[in-house]
């Protein structure tokens, strides 16, 4: 198998790719913070959205489309590290909100 490339994942009915936001290196005061892995970053832009999925026979859409910004879960979501960039796959339901 050749190298992985984001452009070419669709991810499955029920999910979502986001590239999460890059880590805060600077205050709003200017302030240079030292950046350490231990608190990622809770929000990102949609790259690919699944299809749409079913449950008890309600289908259940997609809560964003492809480059909406949006809000997810603290733990929710699979890490696939593609080219030193850590991208999410998120269920639908671990979206809490668009950021307009």
Not at 25 to 52: F, H, R, W
């Amino acid at each position: 198998m050749s190298k992985l490339d984001v452009k070419k994942l669709k991810p499955t009915a029920g999910y979502i790719l986001v590239k999460p936001a890059e880590k805060e290196k600077q205050t709003t005061s200017g302030i240079i913070l030292a950046v350490d892995d231990s608190e990622k970053p809770q929000y990102g832009q949609v790259l690919a959205v699944g299809a749409n999925t079913h449950d008890d026979g309600l289908e259940i859409k997609a809560p964003a489309k492809v480059g909406d910004k949006v809000l997810y879960k603290k733990w929710g979501g699979n890490d696939v590290n593609i080219d030193e960039i850590e991208y999410q796959f998120l269920k639908f339901e671990d979206i809490l909100a668009i950021i307009k």
